[in-house]
């Protein structure tokens, strides 16, 4: 266990990064989460038994500090940092022409200041391990909708992870990044309803994740984008 690879992942009380979390910890790997909800993460810690190999951190992805500290203590407890994945984001469901300004400062900072402040947090371990930046982006950051100001922010994720890939690959570090589709998760909860249609579940999206972080060294996945079937945009 000391030697096994070891992930850190924002947003992984819930959703999509609870769903990573749960399958690498079953594929043997060391976990960190860290999440702004303490209760939300110590119940999907017990949910699994309050695993060895997991650590929870309260924290918010968007305070550089607090990152800072999620990567430290993990690196004081596993010796080793292979995997980040951004993960943490949310979206106030609404458009630039008509929406509530209140909500959008914070929407942008987690959605594109958090994966940048992991990424800086996280380089220096990256490089020893030669280990693996995972940004969790979206559809919407391909697609353009009409006043969408979260798919504005998953356009910058989408950039952010070539930008990252082309300064890390020099450094033997690989940068992925996961573009879903719609997925029942909290994310809809601000919504007010699930969408129509066929949705993926978040262990479908955490298969694509882990695909990433498994391939062989020297192999970098740059971008998936992951639609359940009868998606068109």
Do not use: C
């Amino acid at each position: 266990m000391t030697d096994s690879p070891v992930a850190l992942i924002t947003g992984g009380g819930s959703g999509i990064g609870a769903a990573v979390a749960r399958q690498l910890l079953a594929a043997g790997h060391r976990v960190a989460v860290t999440g702004r909800g303490e209760r939300r993460l110590k119940e999907f810690a017990e949910s699994l038994g309050n695993p060895e190999g997991l650590l929870t951190f309260t924290g918010n992805a968007a305070v550089y500090e607090d990152i800072q500290s999620a990567v430290d203590r993990t690196l004081t407890s596993y010796g080793r940092l292979d995997t980040v994945v951004a993960n943490a984001g949310h979206a106030t469901h609404d458009s630039v022409a008509d929406g509530d300004p209140a909500g959008w400062t914070d929407m942008v900072l987690t959605n594109v200041l958090g994966p940048a402040l992991l990424i800086r947090a996280s380089i220096d371990a990256l490089k020893e391990t030669r280990g693996r930046i995972v940004l969790v982006g979206s559809v919407a950051g391909f697609v353009h909708t009409p006043g969408n100001i979260y798919g504005a922010t998953k356009w910058a994720v989408t950039g952010l992870a070539e930008n990252t890939r082309r300064q890390v690959t020099e450094f033997g570090v690989g940068v992925t990044l996961i573009a879903p589709g719609r997925v029942e998760t909290p994310f809809w909860d601000g919504y007010g309803s699930l969408p129509p249609g066929h949705l993926l579940t978040a262990d479908q999206i955490a298969d694509s994740v882990v695909w990433a972080i498994r391939q062989p060294a020297g192999v970098d996945v740059n971008t998936v984008v992951v639609r359940p079937i009868g998606q068109p945009n």
